[in-house]
Nanobody
Framework: QVQLVESGGGLVQPGGSLRLSCAASGNIGSSSVMGWYRQVPGKQRELVAI???????TYGDSVKGRFTISRDNAKNTVDLQMNSLKPEDTAVYYC???????????WGQGTQVTVSS
């Protein structure tokens, strides 16, 4: 059973920075994709950033150039460095793992990020 535990959310002023961390326990496999999605009430969950086991990254258009995703394969952790935060980045951020074999998709419990003055 895979479990994901997120940390690092909170309240920050516009233009500020936050770093989210996610630690995965259990068998996530050697070729998993790890990443972050976010959701605001009434809207679909959207991609923030994902990273493969070899470091290939994909970012959502709204965060390109401001957010950076990284992972530690030895520790099964994935981090999201968020800079130049905007009020529209306010959302619940979810850690995500996609394990190809055996196939499985897992979500964290979510951490709130609020960008407000």
């Amino acid at each position: 059973q895979v479990q994901l535990v997120e940390s690092g959310g909170g309240l920050v002023q516009p233009g500020g920075s936050l770093r989210l961390s996610c630690a995965a326990s259990g068998n996530i496999g050697s070729s998993s994709v790890m990443g972050w999605y976010r959701q605001v009430p009434g809207k679909q969950r959207e991609l923030v950033a994902i990273i493969t086991n070899i470091g290939t990254t994909t970012y959502g258009d709204s965060v390109k150039g401001r957010f950076t995703i990284s992972r530690d394969n030895a520790k099964n952790t994935v981090d999201l460095q968020m800079n130049s935060l905007k009020p529209e980045d306010t959302a619940v951020y979810y850690c995500y793992v996609l394990r190809p074999s055996p196939l499985g998709a897992y979500w964290g419990q979510g951490t709130q990020v609020t960008v407000s003055s």
